[in-house]
């Protein structure tokens, strides 16, 4: 029997069994769905993570208050004051730290923002004015606060663009030059913080699952004292000028700061300097195992629905044993016999895989449109070797647990074949 009147045999007798093929096809397209999505949702999670070290920089590292090494960061609620304004000074010596490119200090909270009738609650960056230079964003409209006005504790605030079109957007009123006030939950004076409005952000949409949009900017001075009423830093910034000179850096950075806190060993050291580069590292390793592990879930998927392919074509051929046995009496050879069950075994395979692919790239660019609007930098990303995979892992499927049925077919004896009821 030639290959198109085997096509035909078989798609008649799968349409004579829809329900059954059906769900046989349902099994292998959850399974190379399954891949699709996964694989696609791997490779978003890690275009999302390299591009927020590109907002960021790569060349950036952070020094945070605490006791790290082998006891790990500190306590989440603890109040740990290491950092001071001296230790910036220090590491913006070029003689101490040479590769600094830039050096900036930062408190953060959250906080109530009020202008006339509307109020918004937003996240807040106490910063000096070095800020733009580790930060590396533009400015849609104003400017920064200079160094004149982060030193002499000026009442000025930058707003990201998100802020401001929820203050200002629809009142046809420029954000520049107004008053707003600002709350924390801790600070003191009842009616807030009067700050004017200096500048506003270009968008800068989310870094490292925050949305870069929702924060406003204050000197230092003003967010440590009359919104926080602290002292102390809760981070430093540093911009390596290469990332050649990244753990000559943190090694400066380390002694410099050692100096400063009088400390002779590592074992006492109350501060961390983390580098970026290692904990994108640290990231991507985490989202590689989470994405073996789903695809190993989805491949059980996958033979179930193998299991499905065995047990319906076991079924089918006690269904056929007498057309079996029919069409070997007039001539059927059992290679004939064989390469049709192995066909149809194939064939509804191949539908599920290329169904399943539809499908998986269908719900993988949903996710991404998804993740977009909540503001995250999220890419679809289908990648050739996933759909070569799914597609040869089916059809693999489909060909290994068409097997056993097939021989099992062709290997009936017509005349038995033929007494079957």
């Given at each position: 029997?030639?290959?198109?009147?085997?096509?035909?045999?078989?798609?008649?007798?799968?349409?004579?069994?829809?329900?059954?093929?059906?769900?046989?096809?349902?099994?292998?397209?959850?399974?190379?769905?399954?891949?699709?999505?996964?694989?696609?949702?791997?490779?978003?999670?890690?275009?999302?993570?390299?591009?927020?070290?590109?907002?960021?920089?790569?060349?950036?590292?952070?020094?945070?208050?605490?006791?790290?090494?082998?006891?790990?960061?500190?306590?989440?609620?603890?109040?740990?004051?290491?950092?001071?304004?001296?230790?910036?000074?220090?590491?913006?010596?070029?003689?101490?730290?040479?590769?600094?490119?830039?050096?900036?200090?930062?408190?953060?909270?959250?906080?109530?923002?009020?202008?006339?009738?509307?109020?918004?609650?937003?996240?807040?960056?106490?910063?000096?004015?070095?800020?733009?230079?580790?930060?590396?964003?533009?400015?849609?409209?104003?400017?920064?606060?200079?160094?004149?006005?982060?030193?002499?504790?000026?009442?000025?605030?930058?707003?990201?663009?998100?802020?401001?079109?929820?203050?200002?957007?629809?009142?046809?009123?420029?954000?520049?030059?107004?008053?707003?006030?600002?709350?924390?939950?801790?600070?003191?004076?009842?009616?807030?913080?009067?700050?004017?409005?200096?500048?506003?952000?270009?968008?800068?949409?989310?870094?490292?699952?925050?949305?870069?949009?929702?924060?406003?900017?204050?000197?230092?001075?003003?967010?440590?004292?009359?919104?926080?009423?602290?002292?102390?830093?809760?981070?430093?910034?540093?911009?390596?000028?290469?990332?050649?000179?990244?753990?000559?850096?943190?090694?400066?950075?380390?002694?410099?700061?050692?100096?400063?806190?009088?400390?002779?060993?590592?074992?006492?050291?109350?501060?961390?300097?983390?580098?970026?580069?290692?904990?994108?590292?640290?990231?991507?390793?985490?989202?590689?195992?989470?994405?073996?592990?789903?695809?190993?879930?989805?491949?059980?998927?996958?033979?179930?629905?193998?299991?499905?392919?065995?047990?319906?074509?076991?079924?089918?051929?006690?269904?056929?044993?007498?057309?079996?046995?029919?069409?070997?009496?007039?001539?059927?050879?059992?290679?004939?016999?064989?390469?049709?069950?192995?066909?149809?075994?194939?064939?509804?395979?191949?539908?599920?895989?290329?169904?399943?692919?539809?499908?998986?790239?269908?719900?993988?660019?949903?996710?991404?449109?998804?993740?977009?609007?909540?503001?995250?930098?999220?890419?679809?990303?289908?990648?050739?070797?996933?759909?070569?995979?799914?597609?040869?892992?089916?059809?693999?499927?489909?060909?290994?647990?068409?097997?056993?049925?097939?021989?099992?077919?062709?290997?009936l004896d017509p005349i038995e074949a033929l007494r079957y009821e």
């Amino acid at each position: 029997m030639n290959f198109t009147a085997t096509l035909k045999l078989v798609i008649k007798n799968l349409r004579a069994r829809k329900g059954r093929s059906l769900l046989t096809i349902l099994g292998i397209v959850i399974g190379v769905a399954g891949v699709i999505i996964i694989i696609s949702l791997g490779a978003g999670a890690q275009s999302l993570i390299l591009g927020q070290v590109t907002k960021l920089g790569s060349n950036l590292l952070y020094v945070q208050p605490g006791k790290g090494g082998a006891n790990g960061p500190p306590v989440p609620g603890l109040v740990i004051s290491t950092l001071v304004e001296n230790d910036v000074n220090s590491l913006r010596s070029q003689t101490q730290v040479p590769h600094a490119a830039a050096v900036s200090a930062s408190v953060l909270g959250s906080a109530s923002v009020t202008w006339e009738n509307k109020s918004e609650d937003v996240s807040f960056t106490g910063a000096d004015y070095e800020y733009p230079r580790t930060a590396d964003f533009t400015m849609q409209s104003g400017q920064f606060f200079t160094q004149a006005q982060d030193q002499g504790a000026a009442n000025v605030v930058v707003l990201g663009s998100t802020v401001s079109d929820d203050l200002f957007g629809g009142t046809g009123v420029n954000p520049i030059g107004q008053v707003i006030k600002v709350k924390s939950s801790v600070e003191s004076q009842a009616g807030g913080v009067p700050l004017r409005v200096i500048g506003v952000i270009s968008p800068r949409g989310s870094s490292f699952f925050q949305n870069q949009d929702e924060q406003i900017f204050l000197p230092l001075a003003i967010g440590q004292e009359q919104v926080l009423g602290i002292h102390y830093l809760q981070g430093i910034s540093i911009k390596v000028d290469s990332a050649e000179n990244i753990d000559q850096t943190v090694t400066d950075v380390t002694r410099v700061l050692k100096q400063q806190h009088h400390i002779q060993d590592d074992i006492n050291l109350d501060f961390i300097v983390r580098n970026q580069v290692d904990a994108v590292k640290i990231l991507s390793t985490i989202t590689n195992a989470l994405s073996l592990f789903l695809t190993a879930m989805a491949a059980i998927a996958l033979l179930v629905g193998g299991i499905g392919i065995l047990n319906i074509m076991m079924v089918t051929v006690g269904e056929r044993t007498r057309e079996i046995g029919l069409r070997k009496a007039v001539g059927a050879t059992n290679g004939a016999i064989r390469n049709q069950f192995l066909f149809e075994a194939s064939l509804l395979t191949s539908l599920g895989g290329v169904i399943g692919i539809i499908v998986g790239a269908l719900i993988s660019y949903l996710v991404s449109v998804l993740l977009k609007h909540l503001g995250y930098d999220w890419a679809f990303v289908i990648s050739p070797l996933s759909v070569l995979l799914a597609v040869g892992v089916s059809i693999l499927t489909g060909v290994i647990f068409g097997l056993y049925p097939a021989f099992k077919a062709a290997k009936l004896d017509p005349i038995e074949a033929l007494r079957y009821e």
